[in-house]
């Protein structure tokens, strides 16, 4: 079946620095993928849109500027958190659909993000 | 915005026992799917049914569109079983966009 990986699994980084996190597929393309943020104990919220060739679009209440979305590839999305703090600390999580319609989308394991 | 709303929050189940989930939606919907959470984090997709209802060996899902509810139900539970269930529905017709629902943690006991 379609595979989604995300890179790293989990990172550590102290306040005010900036960490990218990669999301893939790996035997399809995607023009597509979705961001979402889930802090524990709670449900998953989508964040952004990628889209492949455009800008992100972004939920409300998400600051687009701290998480910058680029849509590198048919295959490669990335999520920068800027200037991160500790209320960042989530388990980020990407999707990407495969074919049409949300049936058929695929989940990466996630990024675990602890800002200390 | 729509409201998923999952029941109950928290089951704790005996190895063997059959357990009944639901999950309620506030507005007409496209699309909606069950997904279970692993320990770990990784989300498998269980269903993909706007309606009807669907059966996949110990798991099946029955979708009331009309009546904006969902049940998943879980026949002889085992502990790998066990993690968050989540609904999610599709909004608006054909961008894909997902409203994940608020989740039922099941633990089965051995």
């Known amino acids: 079946g379609a595979v989604v990986s995300q890179h790293p699994s989990r990172v550590i980084c102290k306040s005010g620095t900036s960490v990218k996190i990669e999301c893939r597929s790996l035997?399809?393309?995607?023009?597509?993928m979705f961001w979402y943020r889930q802090f524990p104990k709670q449900s998953l919220m989508l964040m952004a849109t990628?889209?492949?060739?455009?800008?992100?679009?972004?939920e409300q209440g998400v600051e687009k500027d701290k998480f910058l979305i680029n849509h590198a590839s048919l295959t490669l999305s990335t999520l920068t958190v800027t200037s991160a703090h500790p209320e960042d600390s989530s388990f980020y999580i990407c999707?990407?659909?495969?074919?049409?319609?949300?049936?058929?989308?695929?989940f990466g394991p996630g990024t675990r993000l602890l800002v200390l | 915005g729509i409201q998923v709303e999952q029941s109950p929050p928290d089951l704790i189940l005996q190895e063997g026992a059959n357990s009944t989930l639901r999950c309620n939606f506030s507005?007409?919907?496209?699309?909606l799917q069950w997904f279970h959470q692993n320990p770990w984090g990784q989300l498998i997709n269980l269903f993909y049914?706007?309606?009807g209802t669907k059966q996949n060996g110990r798991l099946s899902a029955t979708t009331v569109a009309t009546e904006r509810y969902s049940l998943l139900y879980i026949s002889s539970s085992q502990t790998t079983d066990s993690g968050v269930y989540f609904c999610?529905?599709?909004?608006?017709?054909?961008?894909?966009?997902?409203?994940f629902g608020t989740g039922t943690r099941l633990t089965i006991i051995p």
């Open positions: 049914i706007p309606s």
């Open positions: 999707s990407a659909p495969r074919g049409g319609g949300a049936e058929t989308q695929y």
């Open positions: 990628s889209n492949e060739g455009s800008k992100a679009t972004y």
């Open positions: 999610a529905v599709e909004r608006d017709f054909g961008n894909e966009k997902l409203t």
């Open positions: 035997d399809f393309q995607a023009t597509t």
């Open positions: 507005d007409s919907v496209n699309n």
